[in-house]
């Protein structure tokens, strides 16, 4: 099984693993819109975001940046929401694709390589929140 976002395996040039951020409720303290006291309030639960985490490889410069270029491409605004499965068939739907970055160096060898983090985002509509 390969991975894959809105259809495209963008990731599978190399190993890549997925994980999910931190889940649960944002918590604003009182002292942050000025009120004074150990006052917390719950905004709500936080946006789900995943990130994929690998080394995208190539046999040669020109190749691996066809594959960045292809991952760049993605990142559109406004952002379009698609599903995004990790290499297990587990799917995350209605997920933007918000941040790409590369490690500072281009590892090089029998093929060339880089590492990167992927981070998608399923955002919720503040209209929605009425």
């Known amino acids: 099984m390969t991975s894959s976002y809105k259809g495209l395996d963008l990731f599978g040039s190399g190993p890549h693993r997925f994980s999910q951020g931190r889940q649960g409720e944002v918590l604003v303290n009182g002292s942050v819109i000025g009120l004074y006291g150990p006052q917390t309030f719950a905004q709500g639960l936080r946006e789900l975001e995943v990130f994929v985490r690998g080394r995208l ?8 940046w066809q594959i960045r270029d292809a991952i760049v491409a993605q990142l559109i605004h406004p952002p ?10 587990r799917s995350w739907e209605d997920m933007s694709f918000i941040e790409f970055a590369e490690q500072d160096r281009t590892d090089r060898g ?3 390589s880089i590492g990167y983090v992927a981070i998608f985002r399923r955002m919720i509509d503040p209209f929605l929140q009425i």
């Open 57 to 64: 490889v190539a046999p040669d410069e020109q190749t691996l």
């Open 80 to 89: 379009a929401p698609g599903t995004l499965i990790d290499l297990h068939g």
């Open 110 to 112: 029998r093929v060339l």
